[in-house]
Structures are given as structure tokens and as C-alpha cells.
């Protein structure tokens, strides 16, 4: 029988990182004398890979230039690191929930849009690092909605996308989790509006993390 996985986003999912993202992205364009976007666009595309999430936010330029563009993002987020001024809390109840999945039995996962060195370092400041057996990045995979972390994480942890459900608040999450062939749980805490994540196809979308425990047992 196939291991029961439950794979979770990070921002926006787990921790609340808007704020650092936000300031991250302003400064990265405002040191390219560029007209920063504005917050909700920053948000619309948080969970892309930062490359295909600049793409989104300035359409008009190359290829280069987004990639380019990334490399200003990840100096300011490391900035903001060195100062001490990245705030990632974890939304309310998350990490109970993750104790509470552990010891019930499910194996956990991330699939983010983060880097390996971002998600480790939010992870292990949270004291939850050692609860995930499989962790998927942008920096080994193709951008959300795009499977492949998902597939990678069902692989990693030896379950099937029957006994797999993916837990997001984008609907870049519930694409990449039907493209999968698993279930797909919003979350109406995080970046995008629960309205967005029922259209894209969630098979359900919870406002707490009490009712997102329920959804993943399927109750």
C-alpha cells in the first residue's frame, strides 16, 4: 500500500512571508531605477519561480533581464537577512498541525517556490525542519504549475498521487497538484483569493488550520 503524503507550500501556506517578499522585490526593481509593482502584483505571483514571477511583472522585457532581475532579488532578500528584517511567522495552528500529521502517520512534504537555502532556513528557525521527509524547490525543478516537484515528492516518500493530497494557497498549487493526479486542498489565508483556488479546482478549500486537518483525512 502507498504511503499517505501530505505535501505543503511554503509562503503563503506555512509562514506569512509577504512582507519580506514585498520589500525584496521593491528593492530589486528600484535598484534598476524601475517602477516597483505594486503589492498585490507582487502577491499574484508569489509561488512562481522568481525568474517566471519577474516575467510576469515586467512581460515586456528579455528573457536576460528577468534573469537578471532575480539576481537583484535574491541580494535584497539576502540583505534583509543579514539585518536581520526577514519576518516568515508561521500562520496560526500550522505547526501543530504538522506534529499532529507526523505522529499520525503521513509522511510531509514542501514543494515551493522558495530556494533550498531559503526553505531550510525557515524550516529549521521554526523548529519543524526534521518533520519533512521529502523537500522540492525551484532550484532543482521547473516553475509551478509544471508536476515535477509533486511527482519528485511521491517518488521521495514511495506514495501514489491516490494517497497524496497537496496543500496551497495559490492556484498554481491546485494545477500542479491536478496535473499530479492528486487531491488539491486551498488555503483562504494566503495570497490568492479562495474564489481563485475553487475556479482553478480545489477539491476544497479551508479557512483554519482545525477544518485543513479535517480536508487532508478527508472528513
Given at each position: 500500500m502507498s504511503n499517505r503524503l501530505a505535501v505543503f507550500d511554503c509562503d503563503g501556506t506555512l509562514v506569512d512571508s509577504q512582507h519580506s517578499i514585498c520589500t525584496a522585490m521593491t528593492r530589486a526593481f528600484e535598484g534598476e531605477k524601475l517602477a516597483a509593482p505594486d503589492r498585490a502584483a507582487i502577491l499574484s505571483v508569489v509561488g512562481l519561480s522568481l525568474p517566471l514571477a519577474i516575467a510576469r511583472l515586467l512581460p515586456d522585457a528579455e528573457e536576460d533581464y528577468h534573469l537578471h532581475?532575480?539576481?537583484?532579488?535574491?541580494?535584497?532578500?539576502?540583505?534583509?537577512?543579514?539585518?536581520?528584517?526577514?519576518?516568515?511567522?508561521?500562520y496560526p495552528g500550522m505547526a501543530a498541525l504538522i506534529r499532529d500529521l507526523d505522529a499520525g502517520g503521513w509522511l510531509l512534504g514542501v514543494a515551493t517556490g522558495k530556494s533550498?537555502?531559503?526553505?531550510?532556513?525557515c524550516l529549521e528557525h521554526h523548529g519543524i525542519a526534521a518533520h519533512f521527509v521529502t523537500l522540492q524547490t525551484a532550484d532543482r525543478h521547473p516553475s509551478k504549475p509544471h508536476p515535477s516537484m509533486l511527482l519528485s515528492a511521491?517518488?521521495?516518500?514511495?506514495?501514489?498521487?491516490?494517497?497524496?493530497?497537496?496543500i496551497g494557497d495559490t492556484?498554481?498549487?491546485?494545477?500542479?497538484?491536478?496535473?499530479?493526479?492528486?487531491?488539491?486542498?486551498?488555503?483562504?489565508w494566503g495570497y490568492h483569493q479562495p474564489a481563485e483556488l475553487v475556479a482553478a479546482g480545489a477539491h476544497g478549500v479551508t479557512m483554519d488550520s482545525s477544518e485543513l486537518h479535517r480536508h487532508i483525512h478527508g472528513q
Open positions: 532581475l532575480s539576481e537583484g532579488y535574491k541580494r535584497a532578500f539576502q540583505h534583509l537577512r543579514r539585518e536581520n528584517m526577514v519576518s516568515e511567522p508561521l533550498d537555502r531559503g526553505l531550510a532556513l511521491m517518488a521521495d516518500a514511495g506514495a501514489s498521487p491516490e494517497t497524496t493530497v497537496m492556484s498554481y498549487d491546485i494545477d500542479m497538484a491536478l496535473a499530479a493526479g492528486t487531491r488539491a486542498l486551498g488555503v483562504g
